[in-house]
């Protein structure tokens, strides 16, 4: 897995979605695709095969959970911006937001992970 550039998706999923609310559009975005924590690449890996050592650490389950949380969050996001409602990106994206607590540990856990995995 590279968590570099995992971790630089989940950076860009911010700009992405201040855009989409900025636009009050999707676009090509599937908001029920998104849902689904495991159809991206970092879904891919954590739900795929690993060794004892990997899939029993507990930065691991915490990425999962976390992970699991992100896509559920940002495809709520989508759908309300399908749905016109209008939305603040400050309330929905800022640091305060459940989406900002969730990205940045998200991100925080996959910067701990790299290092684990690293060495």
Same mark, same amino acid.
């Given at each position: 897995? #590279?968590?570099? #550039?995992?971790?630089?998706?989940?950076?860009?999923?911010?700009?992405?979605?201040? #855009?989409?609310?900025?636009?009050?559009?999707?676009?090509?975005?599937?908001?029920?695709?998104?849902?689904q924590d495991n159809l991206c690449e970092l879904g891919e890996w954590l739900y795929g095969d690993h060794?004892?050592?990997?899939?029993? /650490?507990?930065?691991?389950? =915490? &990425?999962? =959970?976390?992970?699991?949380?992100?896509?559920?969050?940002?495809?709520?996001?989508?759908?309300?911006? =399908?749905?016109?409602?209008?939305? /603040?990106? #400050?309330?929905?994206?800022?640091?305060?937001? =459940?989406?900002?607590?969730?990205?940045?540990?998200? &991100?925080?856990?996959?910067?701990?992970?790299?290092?684990?995995?690293?060495?």
């Open positions: 897995m #590279n968590f570099e #550039n995992a971790i630089q998706i989940y950076i860009q999923w911010k700009k992405q979605l201040q #855009n989409c609310i900025h636009h009050k559009t999707i676009g090509n975005l599937d908001a029920n695709h998104i849902c060794p004892e050592k990997i899939s029993k /650490d507990t930065v691991f389950k =915490e &990425i999962k =959970e976390k992970h699991k949380r992100f896509h559920e969050i940002t495809g709520k996001i989508l759908k309300r911006i =399908e749905n016109n409602e209008a939305l /603040d990106p #400050n309330k929905e994206l800022g640091i305060e937001s =459940e989406y900002g607590k969730v990205s940045s540990k998200l &991100i925080a856990l996959l910067m701990r992970m790299r290092v684990k995995t690293s060495s």
